[in-house]
């Protein structure tokens, strides 16, 4: 499940509506906890401020939580839906996040940034390697030396045996989901066509269909290594995605940290 970036162009409008209820397996507070932990472990202790990049927001949610442990927050996405929703939750909750309507492959800030953390698979989102390699220049152009870059990534295993062809059934409050999945497992990135049917309730026995259709692609550990150093990183480790420990053959996500190294900067 991606975050919410809108990399492929689509506006995820029904989507965005949808997220939070689709996505109410996913403990934000544990999850920044945990990279919060992880920045501390390998982030410079002379890094002059605490600005954290939450790359592809989707509704903010990550982005709260790591307001909550005292980040300068930069929430950015490129679907206005899914930011509608994230600044209804800052409404909500007071919490100083700034929220950017960008795609992400055209990052510009207003200045630099101690830590970019791009969760949820939502690279996957990205439709070639050309675009992770102009993505992964912006946030280089944009850190400050010695600055961490934190992102997952799906696994091969996760296309060819959780993704594949299945097909879910998600009863939501307001509406029924039917998730769909095709995977072309003859291609080397293992593109996965999900289709989303939403069906909410309008009156009597009638309802309203929304579909949503998008593409998340595989992009190997190799692939991966290659553009973090073109584009001036040094990697520090990889773990597995979910629980932050050792990978196994079984990860479903692979997360990468990555340092900025100074006088390397490019715009990809």
């Known amino acids: 499940m991606m975050q919410g970036e809108a990399a492929a162009g689509s506006g995820y409008s029904v989507f965005a509506e949808y997220y ?11 999850r920044a906890a945990a990279l919060d ?17 939450d790359l592809a927001c989707g509704t903010g949610s990550l982005s709260e939580e790591f307001a909550k442990l005292d980040w300068d927050v930069i929430g950015i996405d490129s679907s206005e839906d899914m930011l509608s929703e994230a600044l209804d939750k800052k409404y909500d ?34 439709q070639s390697e050309q675009d992770l390699r102009r993505t992964f220049g912006r ?36 509406a029924v989901c039917i998730w769909q999945n095709h ?37 190997s550990e190799e692939i991966l290594r290659n553009l973090l150093l073109e584009t001036g990183f040094t990697l520090l480790e990889i773990c597995d995605g979910d629980t932050f420990a050792e990978p196994d053959a079984q990860s479903q996500r692979l997360l990468f940290i990555a340092r900025a190294e100074g006088g390397q900067k490019t715009d990809g």
């Not at 291609?187 to 929304?210: E, K, M, W």
Request: aromatic share 12%; net charge negative.
């Open 183 to 219: 995977t072309d497992l003859s291609a080397p990135d293992l593109p996965v066509t999900i289709q989303l049917d939403f069906f909410s309730h309008t009156s009597g026995n009638c309802y309203a269909r929304s579909t949503e259709i998008f593409t998340e692609r595989f992009y």
């Open 139 to 174: 946030i280089n152009l944009f850190s400050n030396p010695g600055a961490l870059f934190l992102f997952d990534v799906n696994t091969e295993y996760k296309h060819r045996c959780v993704l594949a062809e299945q097909c879910f059934v998600y009863e939501l409050p307001e």
């Open 20 to 30: 939070d209820a689709l996505t109410e397996n996913v403990c934000y507070r544990e």
């Open 37 to 53: 932990s992880i920045i501390e472990k390998w982030q410079n202790p002379d890094m002059p401020d605490r600005i954290l990049l």
């Open 93 to 126: 909750s007071g919490l100083p996040v700034q929220y950017l309507k960008q795609d992400m492959r055209r990052l510009d800030l207003f200045g630099t940034i101690s830590v970019t953390v791009c969760a949820l698979d939502s690279l996957n989102h990205l």
